[in-house]
């Protein structure tokens, strides 16, 4: 029974914990990233037009405008590659978390013409730099004069800084979609459409049905991607985490049960005689057998239960256990500045509860057989000529 309940309650607590982290990689990380995203060839100063189309299709979340590039960030001698986004403050709630997890600032603080930047924690911290500082924008599209080839650069202000615990904090820059624009040579014009879909699972069959109608629409062909092909293999990978370590712990259980057949085989040899005594008496072979089955079914299930009832408070706790055990022991297990969360996460999922009972209880009953058919074949002759 202690086998089973420790391997029950382990298995519980580890799938819930890989459950949070997949929940955590989604909020933070696609909450950021687009879903999807239509790419023109030239910028486009109907977007609006555009944009209002898709918002009133079904299943859309939210819409907005996006110009995007390269750059290198410079301050105080050091520098930082990043991706600028041009953003729309006004719409950026509707498609991403990043106005609910500004630390410093706010993102409306992007206003045109102004040549603010909104930095991720991580850019800011390799830069050194906070609010109201400085800093250079080297954009690699080079200028050629009489003097010789020029770099184009531009001095930023930093208005504000996020932080969303994941690695994007070191990768983003923001800046106003019209100052994005005037940097990348864009005209007036917006060269990306971003797309929250309602379902991100839908986002690949969706994105492609809406490119091929806004591309008839504006009679030009246009570029589509979703998250499936940036951050796809991310999930994929720790799907199949999920899986394998799921597969390695569910030994514990089949290690568990195994214990029943040992158990169960010492039981019929001690009890040989008695079981030899009540076939004399006519109990059937097949009664014998269900003697040993019930007796090992219901270790399992015991064993099973306490797994459950221990398993299922320590996945819905653990979170805030660790935090405590951190704070009381002085150490952190996820230290904040190596991973993308600083905290251990979980999310219990009734369907993994239920395939750990089920598979722990067919283990259990299935351990039973063969002891069982052992007990039903003793003959009692053979074992009361021994018996004094």
């Known amino acids: 029974m202690a086998g089973l309940t420790l391997g029950v309650a382990v298995l519980i607590l580890v799938l819930s914990v890989l459950n949070g982290f997949d929940q955590e990689l989604r909020t933070r990380i696609l909450g950021t990233v687009p879903h999807a995203l239509l790419e023109f060839e030239t910028g486009r100063t109907d977007a609006t ?50 106005p609910q997890h500004m630390t410093q600032g706010v993102l409306s603080e992007l206003t045109a013409g102004d040549f603010g930047v909104v930095l991720g924690r991580g850019v800011a911290n390799a830069l050194g730099v906070t609010l109201e500082d400085m800093v250079t924008l080297l954009i690699p599209d080079a200028t050629v004069t009489a003097a010789g080839v020029i770099p184009r650069m531009r001095r930023l202000t930093v208005v504000g800084i996020f932080e969303v615990g994941a690695q994007l904090d070191s990768q983003l820059a923001l800046v106003a979609l019209d100052d994005a624009a005037r940097l990348y040579r864009l005209g007036e014009g917006v060269s990306a459409i971003r797309i929250q879909f309602d379902d991100l699972f839908a986002a690949p069959q969706r994105i492609r049905d809406i490119a091929q109608d806004v591309s008839l629409q504006i009679e030009e062909p246009i570029r589509y991607q979703d998250w499936t092909r940036t951050q796809g293999n991310l999930f994929e990978a720790i799907q199949l985490e999920k899986t394998l370590i799921g597969l390695l712990l569910a030994l514990i259980v089949a290690v568990a049960a195994f214990n029943i057949v040992s158990t169960l085989v010492m039981v019929v040899t001690d009890k040989r005689a008695d079981i030899a005594i009540l076939k004399t008496i006519g109990l059937s072979p097949m009664a014998v057998m269900g003697i040993f089955m019930v007796q090992g079914t219901v270790v399992g299930l015991v064993g099973t239960l306490f797994g459950v009832l221990l398993g299922i408070p320590l996945a819905l706790t653990i979170t805030d256990l660790l935090a405590w055990l951190e704070s009381i022991l002085g150490f952190y297990l996820f230290n904040p500045s190596a991973y993308f969360i600083s905290y251990l996460p979980s999310e219990l999922y009734l369907n993994d509860v239920l395939s750990v009972v089920a598979f722990s209880v067919m283990l259990s009953f299935l351990a039973t057989l063969y002891p069982a058919y052992r007990a039903s074949r003793i003959v009692p002759a053979e074992v009361l000529n021994y018996e004094h």
């Open 49 to 98: 037009l555009l944009m209002d189309r898709i918002a009133a299709m079904p299943g859309i979340q939210g819409v907005a405008p996006l110009n995007q590039g390269q750059g290198l960030l410079l301050a105080g001698g050091q520098s930082i590659s990043v991706a600028i986004l041009g953003v729309d403050p006004r719409r950026e709630a509707n498609v991403s978390i990043l």
